[in-house]
Every structure is written in C-alpha cells, then in structure tokens.
C-alpha cells in the first residue's frame, strides 16, 4: 500500500550477459517489463552499434507488414482482432520469418500486376465494345453533316465552285474512334474546331456504366467519340490532339458487317476475361485472408524482435571475455523477479555462463517510478500531464481518484446527464477485454483508456445532481417545498403580488435531501447556488 502513495524505491542495476543468451534474457524480460536500460554508447550513431544490421532486417519486414495490412484493407478483409501474445522468435527463426514476409510480398505484387494487366485488359474490351455501340448511330449522320454544316464550320463547297455530288467524290470521308474522359469533351471538341478550322465532325456519346481505374480501381466516366474528316493531312493533326487529351484511339472496322463480326468477337472475349478476373480475385482473397488471420501475431513477433535488437544496441561489448554489458534502472521490490527471468532466459538459450546483475552505487537521481493497475493508470496519466514528481516524493494520485470526479461533479451537477455517463462508462468497464482489441481511434482510445475516471465523473454527478434538484436541467419536486404563501396578500400598484414566508415556518426542521424545488422560481436562485 505504500508504493500508492509514494514513488517505488529504485536502484542501478549491472548486467553481465553472455552474448549466446542475452537475446533470450531480455526476451523474458520485456515480457515483465520490470527494468528501464540506459545507454551505455552516447557518443555511437546508429550505423557504429552491434545490432544495427538485425534492426535494418526489422524494419524490413516491419515495411513488408505495412504493404500487406494496406493490401488486406484494400480488399476489405477484417483482420481477426485476438489477444495475440505471442512469444519472441529465436535468433535462427528469423531467417525463416524474413523468406516468408519476401514470398509473401512478391506473390501479392505479382498477383497486382497481373490483376492489373486484365483489368486494362477488360477495361479496353468494355470501351471498344461501347464503340461498336454507338458508331452505328453516328455513320448515318455524319457524311450529311460534312456537308450540310460547313457554313458554320467552314467555307460553303458552293463558294469553292463544286457541286454536291462532286464535293462527295473528291472529299472521300475518314474517321478516328476512341474513348476519353467526360470532363475533358468540351475543351477537346473546342479545340478541334480551332486547329481543324472546322473541317472535321465530331460525335460523343457518354457511357453510362461506370468504368475502373486499373491501376487505382477508382471509378471514372469516359465517353466515346468519332471523329470525321476529309482528306489525309487532318490525320496527323487529330491524332496529336487526341494524344494530347490522353484519349484512347481504338481501330474500327468501315462496314457495318465488319464492325458487326468485331464486335461479337469482343463480346466472347469480354465474357472469358471476366472469368479469368473473377478466379484470380479469388485467388487474391485466399492469399490475403490466410495472411489476415495470422496477421496480428506475426506483427507482435516482429515488434518484439526490434525491440529486443534496440535494447542490445544500448549495451557495451565486452571484446575480452565475449559478453555483453549493460545498466538498467529497476524497482528494489522486483529484484527476486528480475533475478528469475533472466535464470529463465538463460535456461532457454542453453548458455553455460550464468548472468550476472549486481546492484551499484549512483550520484545519479533515480526515476520516478510509480505503479499503477487497470483503474489508477488514467489518474496517474493526469497527474504526470502536470508533471511527474521527484524521485519518492508523496503520489497525489490516490487522493486525485476522489477529488478530480467530485470537483467534476460539483461543476456538472445533473442526475440524469450523469447518469447517462455512467452506464457508456459502466459497458466500457463491463466489455473492456473485447473493446481492447478493437483500432476504434484516437477518439475512442481517450474515452476507454479513461473509462474508470468516466465512471467515477457519473457517479459523482448522479449525487450533486439530486443534491442541485437538476435532472436534464430540470427540477423535481420529490418531498414538496418547505416554503408556505402567508394567507394575507397585499395588493401593490400595477397589479404585482408580494408573498411573504409564514411566520409558522419551522427553521429548526432542514430541507430532507438536496436543495427545495422553490428556488428555481426565485430571483437570487444563482446567488443562492453558487
């Protein structure tokens, strides 16, 4: 009870550890997470440390982690949320976790790029097909409209001396088909007319289906077009502009036959290639789903490892006798249960030399360490929020748990609203194994982690809301009021009632419990509570 009140007693530890077990010392260790190590090579950088390659391997495969989480959630497959607590891989087993995370990242890579080639794949079939669609609907009126509407795009063929039948067979008509995206139609056609002087005919027709990105699978619109022109130099001129505009320029057949029979076989090819889509995101679904429900322990073993790898890079290498030197602060109190976790870790690495932890003497001031539980960590995070207290100075936080709910409480004052409070916080205290595991963000972190102090802030106001007579900012009469109207009344000017307190009224008898409803109606009612 006396670390409640004051900060644990702490003490400088040494630690000989033999380098074949001291990744299974501290291993054991950080599962208890009863010692703080200091850092013995100030002056080293990062690439000078013993450890630095194992820590690069880590972040390695913490980086083929990332991919595959943002892969799984792409596909929109839950990650099982299980209170992984896996152990600490051995040393040889690294080897092994590094080849899994690499097979397992090239395969999903070379499942994305194959699923990415289809879906272009797919993606040209569909706009192709929608060409096909429409180009039957555009041929009818396009020679008419060469014709018909050249005084608004360009000179009239009576002006140049030709007649209608002549300007037909000296003006063979061509075309250009392709698909480019809706927002871009307007500036694209604008700017045909201008670099074409009119010459050319444009038709487009929006898509109605809603077409993917294959490479962001973002959804996009797209129209398709058909160009018409006359002559062969105005080739060259719309195809840069359509390559411009990133439009997409698909062959079409002149005949309607040969447009026809293309266009079947589009269809067939459509039809197959969304079979073949179709197996390989099932494939894609198995892969990621057999990684889901392993993910969460891989990455508790991969977090382990590097911090395991961290805490020996803080260690001085003894060169001579081949072993590792570390410091660490430690709670006296724990020092039987340090003591057997390292005998633990030595008996798992099969190591011959013991190690050693000595305690030594320090001018340095010691940490402040102050235990905490389930229910004390959320005030003690308060407290330390102001600032942390000196090495075994008196722990406010005990008296904190009852002042801080109840000053709340005094402020908040209403039966009901505390009431809600207390039941969100009672289903957070009642649920707090499952809702633990569950990423609910920054918002809901705060609200859980400080759910005991939630649960006190509703008790507390329950009590000063009866006490303030205030329910929803409402007030309720429960024993009725002390307050009685003398029969007399005496009429002022204006129609205004004085009432005055019976003279009857006993005063040795207080109200039974919080505050009489009649102040709610008085005018110095704020005066009064306050």
């Given at each position: 009870m006396g670390s409640l009140f004051r900060s644990e007693e702490m003490t400088l530890a040494q630690l000989f550890l033999q380098s074949d077990a001291a990744y299974h010392c501290l291993s054991d260790l950080g599962e208890f997470g009863l010692v703080q190590f200091r850092d013995l090579n100030p002056n080293a950088n990062p690439f000078q440390r013993k450890f630095t390659n194992e820590v690069r391997r880590c972040d390695e495969m913490e980086r083929c982690l990332n991919f595959l989480e943002e892969e799984i959630q792409k596909a929109r497959i839950p990650i099982p949320n299980r209170d992984e607590n896996a152990a600490a891989p051995l040393p040889t087993e690294l080897i092994e976790l590094e080849a899994e995370f690499s097979k397992l990242e090239?395969?999903?890579?070379?499942?994305?790029?194959?699923?990415?080639?289809?879906?272009?794949?797919?993606?040209?079939?569909?706009?192709?097909?929608?060409?096909?669609?429409?180009?039957?609907?555009?041929?009818?009126?396009?020679?008419?409209?060469?014709?018909?509407?050249?005084?608004?795009?360009?000179?009239?063929?009576?002006?140049?001396?030709?007649?209608?039948?002549?300007?037909?067979?000296?003006?063979?008509?061509?075309?250009?088909?392709?698909?480019?995206?809706?927002?871009?139609?307007?500036?694209?056609?604008?700017?045909?007319?201008?670099?074409?002087?009119?010459?050319?005919?444009?038709?487009?027709?929006?898509?109605?289906?809603?077409?993917?990105?294959?490479?962001?699978?973002?959804?996009?619109?797209?129209?398709?077009?058909?160009?018409?022109?006359?002559?062969?130099?105005?080739?060259?001129?719309?195809?840069?502009?359509?390559?411009?505009?990133?439009?997409?320029?698909?062959?079409?057949?002149?005949?309607?036959?040969?447009?026809?029979?293309?266009?079947?076989?589009?269809?067939?090819?459509?039809?197959?290639?969304?079979?073949?889509?179709?197996?390989?995101?099932?494939?894609?679904?198995?892969?990621?789903?057999?990684?889901?429900?392993?993910?969460?322990?891989?990455?508790?073993?991969?977090?382990?490892?590097?911090?395991?790898?961290?805490?020996?890079?803080?260690?001085?290498?003894?060169?001579?006798?081949?072993?590792?030197?570390?410091?660490?602060?430690?709670?006296?109190?724990?020092?039987?249960?340090?003591?057997?976790?390292?005998?633990?870790?030595?008996?798992?690495?099969?190591?011959?030399?013991?190690?050693?932890?000595?305690?030594?003497?320090?001018?340095?001031?010691?940490?402040?360490?102050?235990?905490?539980?389930?229910?004390?960590?959320?005030?003690?995070?308060?407290?330390?929020?102001?600032?942390?207290?000196?090495y075994r100075e008196i722990n406010p936080t005990p008296f904190t748990i009852i002042t801080f709910p109840f000053l709340f409480a005094v402020m908040f004052g209403d039966c009901g609203h505390g009431l809600l409070m207390f039941l969100f916080a009672y289903f957070l205290v009642r649920k707090e194994k499952e809702l633990a595991r569950v990423k609910g963000g920054e918002i809901f972190s705060t609200f859980f982690h400080g759910r005991y102090i939630i649960l006190l802030m509703g008790l507390f106001s329950i009590y000063t809301g009866f006490i303030y007579n205030d329910c929803f900012s409402k007030s309720f009469n429960i024993f009725g009021s002390s307050w009685h109207v003398n029969r007399k009344i005496t009429k002022h000017m204006e129609d205004t009632v004085t009432l005055s307190l019976d003279n009857d009224f006993d005063t040795n008898n207080p109200y039974p419990f919080g505050l009489d409803p009649i102040w709610q109606v008085a005018s110095n009612k704020l005066t009064f509570t306050n």
């Open positions: 090239r395969e999903i890579r070379e499942i994305n790029t194959n699923q990415e080639t289809l879906n272009r794949s797919f993606l040209e079939l569909i706009e192709l097909k929608h060409i096909f669609l429409q180009t039957s609907n555009f041929f009818p009126e396009a020679e008419e409209a060469l014709i018909s509407g050249q005084k608004s795009q360009g000179l009239p063929y009576e002006e140049r001396g030709l007649s209608e039948e002549s300007f037909r067979r000296s003006s063979p008509l061509s075309f250009v088909s392709g698909v480019i995206r809706r927002d871009r139609v307007a500036v694209f056609e604008r700017l045909l007319w201008r670099a074409c002087r009119g010459n050319v005919f444009l038709r487009h027709h929006e898509i109605d289906a809603e077409l993917l990105d294959p490479k962001t699978g973002n959804p996009t619109f797209k129209s398709v077009f058909v160009i018409f022109y006359q002559g062969p130099q105005l080739l060259l001129r719309v195809r840069g502009i359509c390559e411009g505009f990133s439009a997409t320029i698909y062959p079409c057949p002149d005949t309607v036959a040969e447009r026809r029979e293309m266009a079947m076989g589009v269809g067939t090819r459509i039809e197959d290639l969304r079979v073949v889509l179709g197996q390989a995101m099932d494939h894609r679904n198995t892969v990621l789903q057999a990684v889901a429900r392993k993910f969460r322990s891989l990455y508790v073993k991969v977090q382990k490892v590097k911090a395991i790898y961290h805490t020996l890079n803080l260690f001085s290498v003894d060169l001579t006798t081949k072993c590792l030197i570390g410091e660490c602060w430690c709670a006296v109190a724990d020092w039987d249960a340090i003591q057997f976790s390292l005998q633990r870790g030595h008996a798992a690495s099969g190591s011959v030399v013991n190690p050693i932890l000595n305690m030594i003497d320090t001018p340095l001031t010691p940490p402040t360490y102050n235990r905490v539980n389930k229910f004390t960590a959320a005030f003690q995070g308060i407290i330390d929020a102001y600032g942390v207290a000196t």
